[in-house]
């Protein structure tokens, strides 16, 4: 029963380690990015603003920059007072070299893959 444990809880961390990232990006290519994204605003006063599961976002010839929530929420800032935007998106490197470094862990404290004379 204990290595059944064992190995349904590898496979469980291994499944399960999925990582995001931020990426920065620049306002050009805020237009192209898709649907229900999740944004991190800074500010140029170091203050760092979250929009969750963007819809929509529009640039107006006011340098003003609007994004649109999927709740219809409307979220308006002026595009010399961002420092950055940035987009969280799932990294893949990043998970597979955790899923991987589980996998070791896993085996090594188990003292490897199979048993002697088995």
Known sequence: MKR????????AMVLF?????????????????????????????????WIQEVQKTKIFENQDIEFIQNDSTHSVFSL?????????????????????????GFLLINGGIGSPGG
């Open 80 to 104: 010399n007072n961002l420092k950055g935007i940035a987009v969280e998106r799932f990294d893949y490197p990043k998970t597979i070299l955790t899923s991987l470094f589980i996998v070791i």
């Open 4 to 11: 059944y444990f064992s190995k349904v809880l590898i496979l």
């Open 17 to 49: 380690s999925g990582c995001y990232s931020l990426y920065s990006i620049n306002e050009n290519e805020i237009i192209n990015m898709g649907v229900e994204e999740n944004i991190e605003i800074e500010l140029n006063s170091g203050e760092k603003i």
